[in-house]
């Protein structure tokens, strides 16, 4: 049935079973080791990023899609007959991706696109890409789609705990965590993606400090509307996972491997939980 189609960049980090479950067209960005490029997931797994990350090679770097393959991307939703097309892209202030995205739409004139600025990352915008997917499938319209992921952007939370700064600071994206650098080697920070940038959450002395502190936050936010984790290499996922099962709300956890984009800029051994909070019930009148 002819409807909306979903499209995205590959910052999501939706596996390729919920891309094919949700029918969701991913544009995918480039990374970069040294002189070699990749096209994220196509080209590049998220397993063979992480075991290059560990070697001694150069550290990786990413670039957004070219307006022509978010083009591509709106052609293929229209030669597969969308009536429309929302693209749900990472932070404009992360990457150009999001650019990318509105140039291409504003030369495409075969089928209406609408680009939509999550201002989140990784499951942060893998959420709501699931939840505009599962939304369009069920026949909601272009505008019902926008509003909806309006009000969902702001109810929702990424946290991080990272493995160390270097490739926070090396690839530029600190933003508000600048003030983590310094005398901080023995700190474990736990960052926060907020109004579309990263910032420092937290300073814990220890992982293990870090990883229950990022659980606390999202039992304080419970009940969850949705619930997703970001493994980006790490060894101690599978307790978190367990841990957080608990606290998913009307929808299953989502577990997935942190990709190759923000990996990028974290490096190994983060750990990423991502949510939406439930939207506030409103009062109604007598």
Known sequence: MPGVRIVTDSA???????????????????????????????????????????????????????????????????????????????????SATYASAVTAADTFTSIPVQVFDTRSVTMGQGLTVIAAAEEAAAGAGLETLVAAAEDR??????????????????????????????????????????????????????????????????????????????DGACDDVDDVVKVLSALAGQHPLVSVQLGPVVGTHTGPNTLGVCYIVPAPVSASGD
């Open 12 to 94: 999501c980090d939706l596996t390729d079973d919920l891309v094919k479950q949700h029918d969701v067209i991913v544009v995918p960005l480039t990374i970069r080791f040294g002189v070699e490029e990749f096209e994220d997931r196509r080209e590049l797994t998220p397993e063979e990023f992480w075991r290059r990350c560990q070697g001694k090679g150069a550290l990786p770097e990413t670039a957004a899609p070219s307006p022509g393959a978010f083009i591509a991307a709106y052609q293929q939703a229209a030669d597969e007959g969308a009536d429309a097309v929302l693209c749900l892209t990472m932070s404009s202030k992360l």
């Open 153 to 230: 952007t702001s109810r929702i939370r990424v946290y991080g705990v990272l493995g160390g700064l270097e490739f926070l600071q090396r690839g530029g994206r600190i933003g508000g965590a600048q003030a983590l650098l310094g005398s901080l080697l023995s700190i474990k920070p736990v960052i926060v993606v907020k109004d579309g940038e990263v910032a420092e959450e937290s300073k814990q002395r220890t992982r293990s400090r870090a990883v229950s502190y990022l659980v606390a936050k999202v039992a304080a936010d419970a009940p969850l509307e949705r619930l997703a984790i970001a």
